[in-house]
């Protein structure tokens, strides 16, 4: 994610371009540096009830916002999974040093909204899942597009969703997403959680971000917290 503010012709065009290797200056200027930041996932204080999964759709600032606006959904928080490295920093996923994608990890009652429909959105809404290692201007396998299951019953959720995808020929390609097993999720800096709404004015947001998210709330009006 080149997260840089961009008002420029040509800054766009170096926004659309650029692969994500270094921090928003924003957050440069007000946050601690990643080898002391805090590692505590904002989860819900009370976990009673909820279930969790995880998934990797390139940036997570736009997958993360996606996934908020989800009825059912009690919290969202960015962060690097799918890697062997311990502790991987927004500095070292983003220039491709380490093994990890960036990634949400999703918390959710399964009273309100099912597994099922969250890998749906996944698929259907949240990113493009027939494009290799890349997301829009986002280049590498660091936003590979991965779905994490905890459960045979989750990998079989995400393995008929892919079928259904694919046949009703919603995009050009077939889609390549990793099917793989859950093994450890790590947060991201604290500077990154939230950053949709904490920073409209961001040009990445405003040109990347906000049309993934539109496209969500009109594919799934049914499913919004609060409805347009």
């Known amino acids: 994610m080149t997260h840089f503010l961009k008002n420029s012709l ?14 928003p200056a924003e957050a440069q200027q007000t946050t601690a540096p990643p080898a002391i930041r805090s590692t505590a996932a904002p989860a819900p204080a009370n976990m009673q009830g909820l279930s969790t999964a995880t998934f990797a759709g390139g940036c997570f600032w736009c ?13 969202v928080v960015s962060g690097y999974s799918g890697g062997r490295e311990n502790n991987p920093t927004y500095e070292q996923v983003g220039r491709g040093e380490t093994s990890h994608a960036e990634a949400i ?8 909204v099912s597994y099922a429909t969250l890998v749906d959105v996944f ?22 597009s991965v779905a994490f299951y905890r459960t045979p019953e989750e990998k079989a959720a995400i393995d008929n969703a892919i079928a259904r995808v694919d046949a009703s020929k919603q995009y050009g390609s077939p889609i390549v997403t990793q099917v793989v097993p859950f093994q450890k999720f790590w947060p991201a800096e ?9 920073h409209p004015e961001s040009g990445y947001v405003q ?5 993934k998210v539109e496209k969500f709330r009109h594919k799934f009006p049914e499913l919004l917290k609060n409805p347009l």
């Not at 040109?207 to 049309?211: A, H, K, L, Q």
Request: hydrophobic content about 30%.
């Open 10 to 23: 040509t800054g766009l065009c170096l926004l659309l371009l650029a692969a994500c290797t270094n921090p």
């Open 63 to 75: 997958t993360e916002e996606v996934f908020e606006e989800l009825k059912g959904v009690k919290a």
């Open 105 to 112: 990890e999703v918390y959710y009652d399964p009273k309100e």
């Open 123 to 144: 698929f259907r809404a949240a990113h493009d899942p027939t494009t290799l290692n890349r997301q829009g201007p986002d280049a590498g396998a660091q936003y590979r």
């Open 190 to 198: 604290d500077y990154h959680q939230g950053y949709f709404r904490l």
């Open 207 to 211: 040109s990347v971000s906000t049309p």
